[in-house]
């Protein structure tokens, strides 16, 4: 088969398209047909050589799928050869097969494309643990989502509104803020010119969920933005990974901080999210509350292009790379 492959850490011109040897499904995997699959962020980091991947796993990048099983491993029950799919993975997803195993599967859901489905997994999976499982958002709860122009930041605008929450987002334009309010968002806040904090006092006692995607740069004024009892929940460190932390704040708010990816997770517990996200998530995708947002499709070989898109920083929703054409 092929796949994409790292030549050495660098830019986006080190990714190659080369023939590598077939993933085998070990015990409680299946082997996956890859249709599609996206970029993520954590992508571009090991590509750089700043995020390596969990021991035992591979090193060819993507973590999601979308596909159909080919094979089925030594135990692997309730899934048939055929079956169309969709998975989280914790690597390999940038190829033509991939092993995966089978606690980590979702159904494509109805009315969603096979394509679309390779995108799917990492935001639902990310969203749903961090803002849901953990951040425990509700019904009139406010959620502030970092960065709302993103594949996880037009998911979470959508599940936010769903649960019947306020949502409120950062984004760089007009426009790409005019997009975010077209998908749900209530609050809508230029990062450029204006201070997140402040817009968001206007209109609200503060944001009792906060998603970001920042980390050190916006650690302070993100516990500023907590209501009462607030949840800040940290999934990445665009802006950095050190910063002071004010305890007295947090005190005075009763507020936690929270701060967790998924690859590194262990296999029962990821599967416990995607167990999760199947029961109560997937019913949204499928009665259209929430829709998967594509901003771009790549082809697969052509995977440096798509990773300069999405380092530019210009595409609305994900960056999807198709294994088929």
């Not at 993933?23 to 700043?50: F, I, Y």
């Not at 740069?217 to 460190?237: E, K, T």
Request: charged share 20%; with cysteine; hydrophobic share 45%.
């Amino acid at each position: 088969m092929y796949a994409i492959t790292i030549r050495e850490p660098g830019g986006p011109e080190v990714l190659e398209w080369t023939e590598v040897e077939d993933p085998v499904p070990g015990p409680g995997e299946v082997l996956v047909d890859v249709a599609a699959t996206a970029v993520n962020r954590a992508d571009l980091l090991q590509r750089q050589g700043l995020y390596p991947p969990p021991p035992g796993v591979t090193d060819t990048l993507g973590l999601e799928c979308s596909g159909t099983i080919a094979e089925l491993g030594e135990g692997v029950e309730g899934w048939q050869v055929g079956n169309e799919v969709c998975a989280l993975l914790a690597g390999g997803g940038y190829a033509e097969k991939v092993a995966v195993p089978a606690g980590q599967l979702l159904p494509v859901p109805a009315e969603v494309e096979l394509l679309t489905a390779g995108g799917l997994p990492e935001v639902a999976c990310t969203v749903w643990a961090n803002v849901v499982m953990h951040g425990k958002l509700g019904k009139g709860d406010v959620l502030l989502v970092h960065g709302g122009a993103g594949g996880i930041g037009t998911h979470a605008i959508q599940v936010g509104k769903a649960l019947g929450a306020t949502v409120a987002v950062t984004a760089g334009s007009p426009e790409r803020l005019e997009r975010c309010r077209q998908l749900g968002a209530d609050i809508t806040i230029n990062y450029r010119e204006q201070d997140f904090v402040a817009e968001l006092k206007k209109v609200t006692d503060g944001a009792d969920v906060i998603l970001d995607n920042m980390g050190a740069s916006y650690l302070d004024r993100n516990i500023d933005a907590l209501a009462m009892n607030g949840r800040l929940v940290v999934i990445g460190f665009q802006g950095g990974v050190k910063a002071e932390l004010n305890i007295g704040k947090l005190l005075g708010k009763r507020g936690s901080v929270f701060a967790a990816g998924l690859r590194g997770r262990p296999l029962e517990e990821k599967a416990a999210i995607v167990s999760d996200v199947r029961a109560h998530l997937w019913p949204l995708l499928e009665n259209g509350s929430v829709k998967p947002i594509v901003g771009q499709v790549v082809p697969l070989a052509e995977a440096s292009k798509a990773h300069e898109a999405l380092a530019e920083g210009s595409v609305f929703g994900k960056v999807i790379l198709a294994a088929k054409s």
